[in-house]
């Protein structure tokens, strides 16, 4: 079965919300540098996990918001960002059209942490108007755990586990010839910086750098979708479960 909203027919729609799918995952992400990797990574991780689990959890995958709040990371080359109260009014207004079309449950499936506040924020300011089911995830924050298990480390911005992701998702969207290890920056609590200096960014020293394991992040990616599908999948069974 077709997954992806946009590539369907309104009939098809018609036909299948919500008496056969009423769960849709809204991919959001941003624009900006990532090490040696594409500047779109924090749209294409979302999406390809909304895609890999769609069929588990049975839901539809909306159309990918694509542009975010860019900060510390604006002014490198292909940095976008846009204000958090337009993200805000845009994703609120976005999530107003997928609950009409007849979609109980929602999931917005985040790929950065620059949203992370505003999302958070504007999905309980929607669930409280409409009553609405709503979940965000922050994919490698529910994956923390796990990263560390099969990493041996954490991973950071465009660090192991995103560049893993994205070797994954498309190898020809990350250029390993292009990686200096000068380009990571070691976080240091006590200071904000802008624009921040490395367009990697660790949360420990000496730990996270990119791999560039073609077979390693492709198993990575599978264990990624297994521990989000199953997160999602047992959010919609207790949502169905108290009838909310």
């Given at each position: 079965?077709?997954?992806?909203?946009?590539?369907?027919?309104?009939?098809?729609?018609?036909?299948?919300?919500?008496?056969?799918?009423?769960?849709?995952i809204?991919?959001?992400?941003?624009v900006?540098?990532?090490?040696?990797?594409?500047?779109?990574?924090?749209?294409?991780?979302?999406?390809?996990?909304?895609?890999?689990?769609?069929?588990?959890?049975?839901?539809?995958?909306a159309p990918?918001?694509?542009?975010?709040?860019?900060?510390?990371?604006?002014?490198y080359?292909?940095?976008m960002?846009?204000?958090?109260?337009i993200?805000?009014?845009?994703?609120?207004?976005?999530?107003?059209?997928?609950?009409?079309?007849?979609?109980?449950?929602?999931?917005?499936?985040?790929?950065?942490?620059?949203?992370?506040s505003?999302?958070?924020?504007?999905?309980?300011?929607?669930?409280?108007?409409?009553?609405?089911?709503?979940a965000?995830?922050?994919?490698?924050?529910?994956?923390?755990?796990?990263?560390?298990?099969?990493?041996?480390?954490?991973?950071?911005h465009a660090?192991?586990?995103?560049?893993?992701?994205?070797?994954?998702?498309?190898?020809?969207l990350?250029?390993?010839?292009s990686?200096?290890?000068?380009?990571?920056?070691?976080?240091?609590?006590?200071?904000?910086?802008?624009?921040?200096?490395?367009?990697?960014?660790?949360?420990?020293?000496?730990?996270?750098?990119?791999?560039?394991?073609?077979?390693?992040?492709?198993?990575?990616?599978?264990?990624?979708?297994k521990?989000?599908?199953?997160?999602?999948?047992?959010?919609?069974?207790?949502?169905?479960?108290?009838?909310?």
């Amino acid at each position: 079965m077709e997954r992806e909203l946009q590539r369907l027919h309104w009939l098809k729609i018609k036909e299948l919300v919500p008496d056969q799918i009423d769960t849709v995952i809204l991919p959001v992400g941003t624009v900006e540098a990532h090490g040696s990797s594409c500047v779109g990574t924090d749209n294409y991780i979302p999406e390809n996990i909304a895609i890999s689990i769609a069929d588990y959890v049975n839901a539809m995958v909306a159309p990918t918001i694509n542009y975010g709040i860019t900060k510390s990371l604006y002014r490198y080359n292909g940095g976008m960002t846009i204000r958090p109260e337009i993200l805000s009014a845009y994703v609120q207004d976005v999530l107003l059209s997928l609950a009409k079309n007849g979609f109980r449950n929602i999931i917005i499936m985040n790929g950065h942490g620059g949203n992370n506040s505003t999302l958070k924020d504007l999905a309980f300011e929607f669930h409280s108007k409409h009553r609405a089911n709503i979940a965000v995830i922050h994919w490698w924050e529910l994956c923390s755990k796990m990263t560390v298990e099969f990493f041996g480390h954490a991973g950071g911005h465009a660090g192991t586990d995103e560049t893993a992701m994205m070797m994954a998702v498309d190898p020809d969207l990350v250029d390993e010839q292009s990686y200096d290890p000068e380009m990571a920056y070691n976080f240091v609590p006590g200071a904000d910086i802008y624009p921040v200096p490395g367009t990697i960014l660790l949360y420990k020293e000496g730990e996270g750098y990119p791999e560039f394991d073609l077979d390693k992040s492709q198993q990575y990616r599978e264990q990624v979708a297994k521990q989000v599908g199953e997160f999602v999948k047992s959010i919609i069974s207790r949502w169905n479960k108290f009838e909310l």
